[in-house]
């Protein structure tokens, strides 16, 4: 079975520093599909990456960057320069090839980036 | 577009009432998701649709649940009787195929009281 684990419950930050969340995961699947969605205080989930088991490339969009290590079964995120509009809850989720689109999602890590 | 659209934003209701929730997907998807999320249990999947049809309700709590999608465009989701522990947020998201990332409504806070 499918099971994404966030060690992290809570992380807190002071503005400008970096932070990394990490998130591993576990499948029988070969083929499987990792993301990463962010739950401001608003409440909505919303998206902010896919990738593929097949495509191990690290990924870089402004402040953020994943790292994605088949070896070690994590697909870390990091926030580099935190600002204060980076507080929110950040999941990690899987979804196997064979389940369709059912996402199995992390318990979420609450980032606090602190003035 | 105008994005998974959910209403209402807030229900409160007594126990024993009947609650339906709605959602409108983004249009052009054929993956509709019913997710429920917890401080206890986080976010977990309670059934999914593709092309109107459901695929997997295997994490419907009970038969007090229940889920439909008439047409591509709108999903219901009824309890029937309510009960606290029904108390959640309840989250709609569609994605366009399969192994695609979904992308998720604003939700609906339900208080049962």
């Known amino acids: 079975a499918q099971k994404v684990t966030q060690a992290q419950t809570e992380i807190s930050v002071v503005e400008k520093e970096d932070v990394t969340l990490d998130c591993v995961y576990e499948?029988?699947?070969?083929?499987?599909?990792l993301f990463w969605y962010k739950q401001p205080p608003s409440g909505e989930l919303v998206f902010l990456i896919r990738?593929?088991?097949?495509?191990?490339q690290n990924e870089i969009s402004g402040r953020y960057s994943w790292n994605f290590q088949k070896s070690t079964s994590s697909f870390n995120f990091t926030i580099t320069a935190s600002q204060v509009v980076d507080s929110a809850v950040y999941f990690c989720a899987l979804s196997e090839r064979n389940a369709g689109n059912m996402l199995t999602f992390g318990g979420g890590t609450r980032l606090m980036v602190k003035p | 577009d105008a994005g998974v659209i959910q209403s209402p934003r807030h229900e409160v209701t007594e126990m024993g009432q009947e609650v339906t929730l709605r959602c409108k997907p983004i249009s052009g998807h054929n993956s509709l998701f019913w997710y429920r999320q917890t401080m206890m249990r986080g976010l977990e999947l309670l059934i999914y649709f593709n092309n109107n049809v459901p695929i997997d309700d295997s994490g419907m709590p009970e038969d007090r649940f229940s889920a439909k999608m008439p047409n591509a465009s709108f999903s219901t989701l009824k309890i029937q009787p309510s009960e606290p522990r029904d108390s959640a947020v309840y989250f709609c998201?569609?994605?366009?195929?399969?192994?695609?990332?979904?992308?998720f409504g604003q939700g609906t806070r339900l208080t049962v009281v």
């Open positions: 499948t029988r699947d070969t083929t499987y599909y």
């Open positions: 990738r593929n088991s097949f495509d191990e």
């Open positions: 998201a569609s994605s366009l195929v399969l192994n695609t990332e979904a992308f």
